[in-house]
């Protein structure tokens, strides 16, 4: 009996590695998707009469024709363009090697743009097409020209409020058609970046670097590594390995839901002081419509204070309530009150800048001054404070160290180790299974303390899941909203590609349902794929609570199973009264909404 046993053929689905793809020992690849909003720049750009100029339409066929960035023998084997499962202009790259399938869709707005022609109006353009598709894809890649790329970011950055999703904007020096370019590898790397990390943030991701979005500005027009971060190190390195510096990643820390707010002030702008710089010059830039200005000054943000024309009309602009925010013209360093030429401006009225870049300070300005429903006063105050990220803001009380925490100390002297990089290594090591176990008994202590030493409560543990699928499983709703007021990301997939709110509904905790999608948890298409079964299985057994917390996380109950009948069907033929009631009542209330439409 035992060599019949062995004998028994494997299924024929699963002898092939095609498809199922059972590589990383028996697990299936988690499929992300990631959309690639394509605006234009070099990357796409051809030669033509008048010199480099955008092509519409041609950058989804060269893709396709680069096996490093399109996998075709899984596309047609996956059968990626059949039954509008993906729309048209769907790519899937190699499997990565954390056993993902980047599956991404490009979508090329019109007309593609040189940056350098970008507007406001294209900001707000990208910005919709985000919120359009947020709930779809799992990351965003940005496709944009180099020239006017950390003005865009900044904007972005500010733009999207409460953003638990990563946008990377990418582009390059040369373009993806010609021989020799940057081009692949920025999108390769975008791609990897979006889709395998939840780093909530408006990046940017140029010469093997990711950066924070609002910390960049282009400092070479000639070579591959264009961009820099003065102020702010790299989020995350793309060597031998892609390394996230998780502790410099900024999170939204809310349990407010990702929208974006498009309607920017334009009556902003950029004065740069410089030695004899006329005051008839500044006061014609000042003013009206003029609202908000950025003024470029020297050093740790000095003017001349000796003289008096110049001071009197920038004090007569803020006096009109013109807002002025005091920028450096280094590259590297903060505004701070050091010089009395300094001190001179902060007395009419200039607003320090801290160490923002130009680009970031005028985003701030244009986003702020939008905001109507606030007072000159609360605009102000609101310019002073970090709001992504886009200035160091230096810690005030005492700040728990490292070397501070007993625990490490312990462990660490019990190995003998002392130095810093050692000591990070081991609480990396140590923080995912003690986070993850705090979260287990609901210990808010514990997990405070591990926040405290610098610990990541958006960490994974040996199976990819956070301390939030955790506490969403459990059902401990204080601890959820601990966890996402700390910056946790409803976003993150464990190895079996399932969300924190795939486990709230797994054991049906109503409330954290209820609280994730408040913060803008939806589950993913992978999780939503083939659901009807499912549905229609809890519907036999008159199971309404379950079919209940499938529809509080948004699930469609219409979906047949896999002999084509719905839930109410099913209900209809079992004759389960209560569910029927349920089903019926949630088709009434889903015709009304539709008709309210
Ligand atoms: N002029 C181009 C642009 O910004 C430069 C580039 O992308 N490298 O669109």
């Not at 007309?111 to 359009?132: C, F, G, Q, V």
């Not at 400092?219 to 003065?230: E, I, K, Q, T």
């Not at 020297?298 to 009197?312: F, K, M």
Request: aromatic share 8%; charged share 20%; net charge negative.
């Amino acid at each position: 009996l035992g060599r019949a046993l062995s004998c028994t053929p494997r299924p024929a689905c699963l002898q092939r590695s095609g498809s199922l793809e059972l590589g990383g020992g028996c697990r299936a690849p988690v499929r992300v998707r990631v959309l690639v909003i394509n605006t234009g720049g070099t990357i796409g750009m051809v030669e033509e009469k008048e010199g480099l100029a955008p092509e519409a339409n041609k950058l989804v066929k060269a893709l396709k024709k680069m096996p490093m960035l399109h996998d075709e023998v899984y596309a047609k084997e996956t059968k990626l363009y059949d039954f509008h499962r993906f729309p048209d202009n769907t790519l899937v790259l190699p499997l990565s090697e954390q056993n993902k399938r980047i599956v991404y869709t490009i979508l090329e707005l019109s007309p593609l743009l040189d940056s350098s022609n970008m507007t406001t109006d294209d900001w707000a353009k990208i910005a919709r097409n985000i919120e359009k598709y947020y709930e779809q894809y799992d990351g965003f890649v940005i496709l944009h020209g180099t020239d006017t790329m950390a003005y865009t970011a900044s904007a972005l950055s500010f733009m999207c409020e409460n953003l638990g999703k990563t946008i990377v904007l990418t582009g390059s020096q040369v373009p993806i058609y010609e021989l020799r370019n940057d081009g692949r590898a920025n999108l390769l790397g975008a791609l990897l970046i979006a889709g395998q990390f939840v780093i909530p943030e408006v990046c940017l991701y140029f010469y093997h670097k990711l950066y924070r979005g609002n910390r960049v500005t282009k400092v070479d027009a000639g070579s591959f590594n264009a961009f820099s971060s003065p102020n702010l190190s790299p989020l995350a390195n793309a060597e031998v390995d892609i390394t996230i510096n998780w502790e410099t990643v900024w999170r939204a820390n809310t349990t407010k839901k990702f929208k974006v707010h498009t309607n920017m002030n334009r009556n902003v702008g950029l004065l740069r002081i410089f030695p004899g710089i006329n005051a008839a010059t500044v006061k014609a830039f000042l003013h009206a419509p003029m609202e908000g200005i950025v003024l470029e000054t020297y050093g740790t943000g000095n003017a001349p204070n000796n003289r008096e024309d110049l001071l009197e009309e920038l004090r007569k602009a803020t006096e009109r309530k013109v807002v002025i925010l005091n920028c450096t013209q280094c590259l590297r360093g903060s505004v701070a009150a050091v010089y009395a030429t300094g001190q001179t401006l902060t007395a009419v009225g200039v607003i320090p800048g801290g160490d923002m870049t130009p680009e970031a300070a005028l985003a701030k300005l244009s986003y702020t001054l939008s905001k109507s429903h606030l007072s000159w006063e609360e605009k102000k105050e609101m310019l002073s404070e970090n709001l992504r990220g886009e200035m160091t803001v230096v810690p005030t009380g005492a700040k728990i160290s490292l070397t501070d925490s007993k625990f490490i100390q312990v462990i660490a002297k019990s190995l003998s180790v002392s130095c810093k990089e050692e000591l990070e290594a081991i609480r990396d090591a140590l923080i995912p299974s003690l986070a993850c176990a705090a979260a287990k008994t609901g210990d808010i202590d514990a997990l405070k303390a591990i926040g405290e030493m610098g610990g990541n409560l958006s960490c994974e543990d040996y199976d990819g899941r956070t301390p939030l699928h955790i506490a969403s499983s459990e059902g401990n709703l204080q601890l959820v909203e601990y966890l996402l007021k700390y910056g946790a990301t409803v976003y993150a997939k464990d190895m079996f590609g399932a969300t924190p709110l795939k486990y709230a509904v797994k054991f049906r905790h109503v409330e954290v349902i209820q609280l994730l999608r408040e913060t803008g948890a939806h589950l993913s298409s992978q999780e939503l794929e083939n659901i009807g079964t499912e549905l229609c299985s809890l519907a036999a057994n008159g199971d309404v609570e379950g079919l209940y917390a499938w529809h509080l996380a948004g699930a469609s109950l219409e979906q047949a199973g896999y002999d084509g009948r719905t839930p109410l069907q099913i209900a209809e033929a079992t004759g389960h009264v209560e569910l029927l009631d349920f089903l019926n009542q949630l088709k009434i209330k889903m015709v009304m909404e539709t008709f309210l439409e």
